[in-house]
C-alpha cells in the first residue's frame, strides 16, 4: 500500500483526502474479519471511521489483533454502553462557557478549534463532536475566545479538538495571533495526533509558523512501540530540531499497550527522539469504549514497574480525568509502607524496605570531650 516514492504519500493533504472509511476501502489492503465488516457497514456505530493511508500501511494485514488495527478500525463492542458511561464523561458541554471553549481549571482553557481528525481514534474522549467534518472555529467564535481570555486572566491555553494541525497553516496561524495577542497568555499548547497519524503534516512552512509564538508546547499522543516509523521520528525531529518542546500523552489501552514490557519500549523510544513521556491515562468513562478500558491496578503496576527499571524522566504520571469534570488525578504506587510518628518506612523498585527518620531525635556528640 506504501509508496515511499510518491509524491502524493508524502502530501498530508493527499493523506487527508484519501482516508479510508469503508469496508470497501479497507478490502484491498486489510483482510478483514466478519467483526470488523459488521462495525463498517453499521450507521451508528458512534464515531465515524476515518483511517490516513499512511496510518493503515502500519497495521498488519492479517493479524486483527495488531494494535494499529485495533485503534484505527471499529469493532461492534463500539454499539455497547453500560450505565455508568457517559458521552461526555469529563462534562466538557457543562464547563464550556462559550461555543468551542471548556474552563476547567483556574487558570487555563481548552479550545477545540476543529472536530476533524487524520484517523478517528476507536477510543476516542470526544467521540460525542469528533467526526463533524463542517464543524470549525468561525472569526466570530475567536473574537469571543479572545475577550473571554483577557477577561477571566487565562494564562495557559490548550488548542485542541479534533485535531488542530488539520486545519490549513493560514487558518491554524490566526487562531495562534488571535490567542498570542492576549499578554497574560503565557502558555500555548497544541494537542494532535499528526505526528503519529500523519506525520507529513508537520512540514517546515508550518514549524515557522509554530516557532513565532512564545513558550508553544506540543502534546501528541504515541500509544504503541509499532507506531514510532522513522516518518514519526522525522516529524518530532524538526519540531524538536527548531525549539518546540514535545510531550506525549499514551492512554492505556487493554490488549494493546497494557504490559510493562511495551510501556517500557515505548517510553525508551520516546526518549530517544527527545519526546518527553508525559502521560499515562486511564482510558475515560466514555459510552463504547468499555472493551478498550483495564482495571486502574494495571497502570499502578505499570508505573510501579517502570520505575527504577528506565530512567527517572521517562516514567509518565499515571492519571485518571476524574468524571464529571473533576479534572486529572495522578495514581501513584504506594511506597511508604508505614508511617510512625518518627519515621517513615519506604518500599524501593526492588521491594527492599527502608527507614528515614521524620523527627529530630536527641543529638549524638561525636567531638573530643
Known amino acids: 500500500m506504501k509508496h515511499s516514492q510518491s509524491v502524493e504519500w508524502t502530501d498530508w493533504q493527499w493523506q487527508l483526502r484519501h482516508r479510508l472509511r469503508t469496508e470497501g476501502d479497507f478490502c484491498p489492503v486489510i483482510e478483514l474479519t466478519c467483526q470488523e465488516r459488521t462495525a463498517l457497514r453499521c450507521e451508528n456505530i458512534g464515531l465515524p471511521t476515518a483511517v490516513t493511508p499512511y496510518y493503515a500501511s502500519l497495521c498488519d494485514p492479517k493479524d486483527p489483533s495488531c494494535p494499529i488495527r485495533r485503534q484505527a478500525i471499529p469493532l461492534p463492542e463500539e454499539m455497547i454502553s453500560y450505565s455508568f458511561e457517559n458521552i461526555d464523561s ?5 464547563q464550556s462557557p462559550i461555543p468551542f471553549l471548556v474552563h476547567r481549571y483556574p487558570d487555563r482553557v481548552l479550545i477545540m478549534a476543529t472536530h476533524l481528525c487524520a484517523t478517528y481514534c476507536r477510543h476516542c474522549t470526544r467521540r460525542r463532536r469528533v467526526g463533524l467534518e463542517n464543524v470549525t472555529i468561525a472569526d ?7 475577550d473571554y ?3 477571566h486572566k487565562i494564562r495557559d491555553v490548550l488548542i485542541s479538538g479534533g485535531d488542530p494541525l488539520c486545519l490549513s497553516d493560514a487558518r491554524l496561524a490566526n487562531i495562534l ?20 497519524t500523519n506525520p507529513f503534516r ?7 509558523i509554530l516557532r513565532r509564538h512564545r513558550s508553544l508546547w506540543i502534546s501528541t499522543h504515541f500509544n504503541h512501540p509499532k507506531e514510532i516509523t522513522e516518518e514519526a521520528k522525522q516529524a518530532c525531529s524538526l519540531l524538536i530540531d527548531h525549539g518546540i518542546p514535545v510531550l506525549n500523552q499514551t492512554v492505556l489501552l487493554a490488549g494493546i499497550n497494557d504490559s510493562t514490557k511495551i510501556q517500557q519500549e515505548l517510553v525508551r523510544q520516546l526518549v530517544r527522539m527527545k519526546v518527553y513521556p508525559y502521560y ?3 482510558c475515560d468513562l466514555v459510552s463504547g469504549i468499555e472493551h478498550f478500558r483495564t482495571p486502574p491496578q494495571v497502570g499502578i503496576n505499570i508505573i510501579k514497574e517502570l520505575q527504577g527499571r ?3 524522566f521517562a516514567v509518565p ?15 501513584e504506587p504506594q511506597r511508604i509502607i508505614k508511617e510512625t510518628p518518627t519515621e517513615l518506612i519506604l518500599q524501593n523498585y526492588e521491594g527492599k524496605c527502608f527507614r528515614y527518620p521524620t523527627k529530630r531525635l536527641p543529638a549524638v556528640c561525636t567531638g573530643c570531650m
Do not use: C, M
Open 90 to 94: 469529563l462534562a466538557e458541554e457543562t
Open 140 to 146: 466570530e467564535d475567536l473574537a469571543r475566545i479572545r
Open 149 to 151: 481570555l483577557e477577561t
Open 177 to 196: 495571533n488571535v490567542i498570542d495577542s492576549v499578554p497574560h497568555v503565557e502558555i500555548l499548547r497544541i494537542g494532535t495526533r499528526t505526528p503519529v
Open 202 to 208: 508537520i512540514t517546515q512552512d508550518l514549524v515557522d
Open 280 to 282: 499515562l491515562y486511564q
Open 310 to 312: 528506565t530512567t527517572g
Open 317 to 331: 504520571r499515571f492519571v485518571i480525568d476524574a468524571p464529571g469534570g473533576g479534572g486529572k488525578i495522578p495514581l
